[in-house]
Every structure is written in structure tokens, then in C-alpha cells.
């Protein structure tokens, strides 16, 4: 099994900055891709950022001002949230499409879901 766990959440200020952290364990595994989507009340989720094999995208809300990142050797991915804006509050999932070795096929993983609320 593999498990997502993340962390970084918070309170922050209009014009703010937060880095989530998301690190993957369990069974071995490669990655395939990984990114954030985030819900807020009331609303879908929606896609923040991915990482597929080197490509990235944003979506336009965010681009500018979120940066996805991964530590390859940590099976760690983040994302640097700059700019922070009081509609970017929401709960923030990180996702993991992974290759586990156990049982020979692709699955995708999902983290527990951290808050972000931007509000002064």
C-alpha cells in the first residue's frame, strides 16, 4: 500500500506565502505524475498544478504566483503558494498517479487534504 501525507497548511495574510509539502511511502513505486487540486466550500475540485513526467501545468488562477515542485529523491512534491489571495482559501489535496511494483499497475493516490484560508 502506499500512503500520501500532507502538510503545510494554514492562516495566512492577502499577499502572503505557504509551501505545501506532500511525501508519498509504502511500497515501491515510481512516479508517474503528481499534483494539487483544491476544493473550496461550495464547489468542485479543481486542478491547481500538475507534473507529468516533466510537464507542467497551472491552471490560470495560479499561474505567476504557485510553483509545483518535487524532491525525487524524497518522493516528496510541493507546492509554493506566493501572492496568496482570499479566493485561493480552500482544502488543498495533493495526487500521485504512481507505478506500483506490488501488484504490476498504475493507481492513483490521494492525501489527506490540508487547509489553506487566506484572510486578513
Known amino acids: 500500500q502506499v500512503q500520501l501525507v500532507e502538510s503545510g497548511g494554514g492562516l495566512v495574510q492577502p499577499g502572503g506565502s505557504l509551501r505545501l509539502s506532500c511525501a508519498a511511502s509504502g511500497s515501491a513505486f515510481s512516479i508517474n505524475a503528481m499534483g494539487w487540486y483544491r476544493q473550496a466550500p461550495g464547489k468542485q475540485r479543481e486542478l491547481v498544478a500538475t507534473?507529468?513526467?516533466?510537464?507542467?501545468n497551472y491552471a490560470d488562477s495560479v499561474k505567476g504566483r504557485f510553483t509545483i515542485s518535487r524532491d525525487t529523491a524524497k518522493n516528496t512534491v510541493y507546492l509554493q503558494m506566493n501572492s496568496l489571495k482570499p479566493e485561493d482559501t480552500a482544502v488543498y489535496y495533493c495526487?500521485?498517479?504512481?507505478?506500483?511494483?506490488?501488484?504490476?499497475?498504475?493507481?492513483?493516490?490521494w492525501g489527506q487534504g490540508t487547509q489553506v484560508t487566506v484572510s486578513s
Open positions: 507534473n507529468r513526467r516533466g510537464s507542467i
Open positions: 495526487n500521485m498517479d504512481l507505478w506500483v511494483l506490488a501488484v504490476q499497475r498504475s493507481s492513483e493516490y
